[in-house]
């Protein structure tokens, strides 16, 4: 599967989130998303899960242009905002089986006790999400597209709530995505952590792309162009 | 910008000034030269403003439904404008029918208001329409409200048929004693010289419409011309 | 997966949600409960008066019942985003039209198989054989109220003063159903069958077909994240 994007834009009323945005991306991808606060990385994802129209341009999933309207590509596309998308006052078990059917996945019992268990939350899967921590939200969120597995999965900030196990589960997970040709887009502002996972890096800034290489070990130019940007150095 | 718009401003004066003579005729022949009514008397005069206003009242809904439906399926601004515009114009003719069913009332039956069918009617137009225009500006984001507001200017034309049936039966089915009958449709025997009043009166009701939707219309235009312009300058 | 397979997939997960919390179901019992009270105090009717105004009494209170659940319809998904991760699914937007319908109109109906009884005993009447008929015409004005609620509902998710606008925009595009519900009952009540008041029932029932038709057609356009 191939994703790319054609002069992608977005304005919020009179203001200018994304701009001239073209990107391609192949399977097996592991893309770092760095750029300051408000730089239009959130917008950027939402764009690219169909959850936002743009204002100009256009996503496309192997050439087919990709908009909120449609439906047909969904199954393979997967979000994850660390607490988000779960229901609260479903139990963990419960929101992974909802799910599961609401993608056309396997919703048994096995496979809902493997993915827990994979992320060390079977001993929580008849509470309440509502119970849980940020921390273990994320890790359900973890579970949930590990149980999904989308062809395409964009990530908003995991590192913010995870623990260090917690962050070996994410990493170990996304690894293994790209492994089986899946593309893996991941905006966060750990920079060193993503730099290390990651097979490439794009930098937006103030809505536009600044920087879009493949890792290079030493890697100066990407130390110079996000330098710019950082007054005191990177990380 | 400029150019095209010098040929379109003449079209549209000449249309006003049609509009104008139309309606002087119309009022002329409906308030000189017709008789009066047989039973109603000189009241019934204001037949040559109420019905051409109505009947340009349902005209507009009825593009209100189109733009709408045009909206959705293509999502040019074009057809939100239209929709806005006879939304807007729409409401202004209904108001008017109601001030002049009302000042035909009061000499006619005695009081300012009564609840038969064709008040009634009317008064439920008002308020959809009205509630159309609130609901566009509830609503922030301008895309947003235009795809409601479009989504309501559909589902409210097609519930005006049912409208009248629950209406005119309800009013037909418990019809109170004494009442005089001004739902007569003015084509039983009646005077040609009143016929032709009428006519012009609505065609000359026809163009102001005309003349005044094309109005807003530009003004509707002008204002997405300035959200563009602030939008391509804007960082 | 299918239309109906996906309407009854987020069906069973909002029945799930408001049989723990019971937040919907109990605020509509109450309410309408204590409108009954309210009305009984208002309109201090002799005995033979009050079959008459029994239909509107009762409509009223389903209206201002109803228009609390719609208030209330997205509220499990106004949570995490939840809305986000159905919009971003591949879920058929009107499966999610008739499967909100569809809770409303339980919740709906759980609240009048209560109300109704419950009114005939506090207002005295004796007509209780009556009351099959009733419910009929209930749930056919119920399901044209929580269809066309749905799609206002939806629409104004995201407008100023939403709790005020939905009503604004619902209540007169409801006046068929309205008509048709009120008069039908009271057909019902004073003749003791429907006879006449047939062809309000067929207008019922079309409205509730045409809008039922109409919001699953139209639903991807309402609602837009």
Redesign the interface.
């Known amino acids: 599967m191939h994703l790319s994007t054609e002069k992608l834009a977005k304005a919020y009323g009179f203001l200018w989130a994304l701009r001239d945005v073209c990107l391609d991306f192949e399977p097996g991808d592991l893309t770092a998303l760095l750029g300051p606060n408000g730089a239009g990385k959130t917008t950027l994802l939402r764009l690219l899960a169909g959850l936002t129209g743009a204002t100009a341009g256009t996503v496309r999933f192997d050439g087919a242009e990709f908009a909120p309207g449609s439906i047909e590509l969904r199954h393979k596309i997967g979000f994850l905002a660390p607490a988000d998308h779960l229901y609260e006052h479903l139990t963990a078990a419960e929101n992974l089986r909802f799910f599961a059917s609401l993608y056309g996945r396997p919703g048994d019992t096995a496979a809902i006790e493997d993915n827990l268990t994979a992320v060390n939350l079977a001993a929580r899967g008849d509470e309440y999400v509502a119970n849980l921590s940020s921390g273990l939200k994320c890790r359900l969120s973890i579970a949930k597209w590990r149980l999904l597995q989308p062809e395409f999965l964009l990530l908003d900030e995991p590192y913010g709530v995870l623990d260090g196990s917690g962050v070996d589960l994410l990493e170990d997970f996304l690894r293994a995505q790209c492994a089986h040709g899946g593309i893996v887009v991941i905006a966060s502002h750990h920079i060193a952590r993503a730099l290390q996972l990651c097979t490439r890096a794009v930098i937006l800034h103030q809505g536009r792309v600044t920087f879009d290489e493949r890792k290079q070990q030493p890697w100066p130019s990407f130390d110079r162009a996000f330098g710019e940007f950082l007054p005191r150095g990177d990380s | 910008m400029g150019q095209s718009a010098q040929p379109i401003k003449k079209r549209r004066g000449i249309l006003g000034a049609l509009a104008l003579i139309a309606i002087a005729i119309g009022l002329y022949w409906g308030l000189v030269v017709a008789p009066p009514d047989a039973y109603q008397g000189e009241v019934q005069r204001i037949m040559y403003l109420h019905l051409p206003s109505i009947l340009t009242a349902y005209l507009s809904y009825f593009l209100v439904f189109i733009g709408s439906g045009m909206y959705l399926w293509k999502r040019e601004k074009r057809d939100d404008i239209l929709a806005h515009s006879a939304a807007e114009i729409g409401v202004l003719f209904t108001a008017l029918t109601i001030i002049e069913g009302s000042i035909w009332g009061r000499p006619t039956w005695g009081v300012w208001w009564t609840w038969d069918a064709r008040l009634t009617l009317t008064a439920i137009l008002l308020l959809i329409y009205t509630g159309y225009l609130m609901l566009r500006s509830l609503i922030e984001d301008e895309s947003r409200a235009a795809s409601a507001a479009a989504v309501l200017g559909i589902i409210g034309f097609l519930d005006i048929p049912l409208i009248h049936m629950s209406v005119y039966w309800w009013r037909t089915l418990h019809q109170p004693p004494s009442i005089l009958q001004p739902n007569k449709p003015p084509w039983e025997n009646v005077d040609p010289s009143m016929l032709i009043a009428l006519t012009i009166s609505f065609v000359g009701f026809l163009l102001l419409y005309f003349y005044l939707l094309s109005l807003r219309y530009r003004y509707g235009e002008m204002r997405y011309e300035i959200k563009a312009r602030r939008l391509a300058q804007g960082s | 997966?299918t239309l109906v397979k996906?309407t009854a997939?987020l069906l069973w997960?909002d029945l799930?949600?408001e049989l723990?919390?019971r937040e919907s179901l109990m605020t509509m019992f109450f309410f309408g409960t204590l409108l009954l009270f309210v009305f009984h105090f208002s309109f201090d009717l002799p005995p033979d008066r009050v079959a008459e105004m029994t239909p509107a009494l009762l409509w009223l209170a389903f209206l201002f019942t109803g228009t609390l659940g719609l208030a209330q319809l997205f509220n499990?998904e106004r949570?995490?985003?939840?809305l986000?991760?159905?919009?971003?699914?591949?879920?058929?937007r009107g499966a999610l039209f008739l499967a909100k319908t569809g809770f409303n109109l339980v919740l709906m109906l759980l609240v009048e198989v209560v109300v109704i009884p419950l009114f005939w005993i506090l207002f005295n009447l004796s007509s209780w054989n009556l009351l099959p008929q009733i419910f009929l015409v209930s749930l056919l004005g119920t399901v044209g109220f929580c269809s066309?609620g749905t799609?206002?509902a939806a629409?104004?998710l995201?407008?100023?003063?939403r709790e005020l606008?939905l009503p604004?925009?619902l209540f007169?595009?409801m006046?068929?159903v309205i008509?048709?519900t009120i008069?039908c009952m009271e057909n019902v009540l004073r003749v003791g069958e429907f006879g006449?008041a047939f062809?309000?029932l067929r207008?019922l029932l079309?409205?509730d077909v045409?809008?039922l038709t109409?919001g699953v057609l139209?639903f991807?356009?309402?609602i837009?994240?």
């Open positions: 997966m996906q997939l997960k799930r949600l723990r919390r499990a949570e995490n985003h939840c986000d991760a159905l919009l971003l699914s591949p879920l058929d066309l799609l206002m629409i104004t995201r407008a100023r003063a606008l604004l925009i007169p595009l006046i068929p008509l048709a008069r006449e062809a309000w207008l079309g409205f045409i809008f109409v139209i991807d356009h309402v837009e994240s």
